[in-house]
């Protein structure tokens, strides 16, 4: 049987956990079952449901995202619903849980996954690997199995069903560890979750230069990036530093200005879909990893872009 | 405090990733391999904390011999010994098993991982360790302290950061930002040669996966120039033609 963990992100389902939902029902052929730890907001069950999940499970008792908690009670719950097989979407919260979930159910465990299985002789998955410089075909031995996917690599199938909710409660144990403090970048888009992304490198010559950039991904409803060098000197969060050192992305558009295109950046960047490069030099490394060029000064391209953003 | 440091050997970032064998094995000739930049940041934290509460950082990594120089780069920066498990590093699962092997006849205050290796990028490796211990793991750190017999912790999570604070023994994961990689010199070069480099066999464990072919990104077609004085252009084609954008 095939399930899904449904990372529960303050009440809602995100469109990451939706890909889960849709590639479990299509490597069960019907409907799965979701776990998720927390009470989601009314309505988002309803989401699930759309893309194939005919049975939420909500774990109830844990007040704060704690690894070993999270992951002791969903493998309980996995084991109680006969569940072989777990989807989960990798984000940050599945690394820290999808690991200790393997070794509770003794699964065999593949992350960075981004097509569907081929289950004709075993079960063997295409995850990403070298980052971003290669795939690997791998086969999972075990008898259960995990499958940590990578966002906006699968699509989202309807597969309209009837959902039904059953709460099972964990019971007390004191967590090893404590929050005290959370901080989050209120309104913006997160990276990984971005469609479009505009991203610029030191070819903006300072930090004063982004708001032309985040002027621009605000018409795109784009999230930003930028090149290491940038973070490194401070003049963007190093959570927007994508590469091999950085953060992988891979959405439906990556728009690159100022930025040479080493092969420790493009590792980060080139499974997006559409790149633009944007460089006044004729010969940066970028136009050979890109779909469309543009040749010239960024302070020159960037009004114009905006402008024709805006004109609709 | 004890530190083991988990480090894996991987291609230096500027190598072009290719296969061999039609495609079942990853081409290592003539690469480059250097200590996995995340392990980096692990490596000098470990050293950071050592140097301000006293005890020792441990290396260990799962390898075959040709490890060994790398290994004795970790040495160089400063690792006080290594070990080196003697076994193919098959998958993630694996290398986590026979880790907590050594940690479990050994003992440690604080194990540090990378977040990821830049090589199988499993992501997997600290908190594998944390269950197969039953110790608390901590992902992506981008800060890591130790105050009163207690690891303090800031770490990145999907849109923010969060502090956060752990008992001892604890697993984490170095994420940039955790420090400034240290460079050997000199004088820790010339140390590393006489410090303890231990060699030990492999446990059997259950075969978890099988990687069988390798594929390399598809290269693209030849890009599409549009002229800077019409720029505005992009937008149009990829709203009408490319339908990439709204
Ligand atoms: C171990 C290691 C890991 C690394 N990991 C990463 C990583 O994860 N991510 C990453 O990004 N880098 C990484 N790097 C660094 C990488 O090698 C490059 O140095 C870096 O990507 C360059 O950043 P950049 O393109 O912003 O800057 P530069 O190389 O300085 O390029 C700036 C570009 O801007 C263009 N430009 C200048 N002015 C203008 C203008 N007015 N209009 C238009 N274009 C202009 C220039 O032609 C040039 O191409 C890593 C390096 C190492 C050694």
Redesign the pocket.
Known sequence: MTGIYAENSEGIFKKSVLEAASYASKIQNGPVTAICVGKPKDGEADKLAKYGVNKLIVIEGLDFFDAQLYANAVTKTIENSGIKTLVIANTYEAKSIAPRIAVGMNASLATNVIAYPDMSNGFTVKRGVFSGKGFAYVKLEKANKIVAITPNSTDLIENNQSISIENTATEQINASTQILSTSKSAGKIPLTEAEVVVSA?????GPENWIMVEELADLLGAATA?????SDMGWRPHNE??????ITIKPNLYIA?????????L??VSSSKIIVA????PE?P?FKAADYGIV????E?LPQLIQAAKNR | MKILVCMSVVPD??TKITFTDNNTQFNSQGVQFIIN?YDELSLTKALELTEKNGGTVTVATVGLADADAVIRKALAIGANDAIRINAEPKDGQFVAEQIAEHIKANGYDMVLTGRESIDYNGGQMCSLLGALLSWPSVNVCTQIDVQDGKAIFERDIDGGRQNISSSLPVVASAQKDLCEPRIPNMKGIMAARTKPLLVIEAVSVENSSTYSLFESPQAKQAVRLIDASQAGQLIDILRNEAKIIA
């Open positions: 490198g030191r070819g903006m010559k930028c090149s290491k060098p940038v530093h994508v590469g091999q050192t950085g200005i100022g930025i040479s295109g080493a092969i420790q950046h590792a980060g944007i460089n006044k030099d940066a970028f010239g000064d960024a302070f391209i | 970032t500027t930049p």
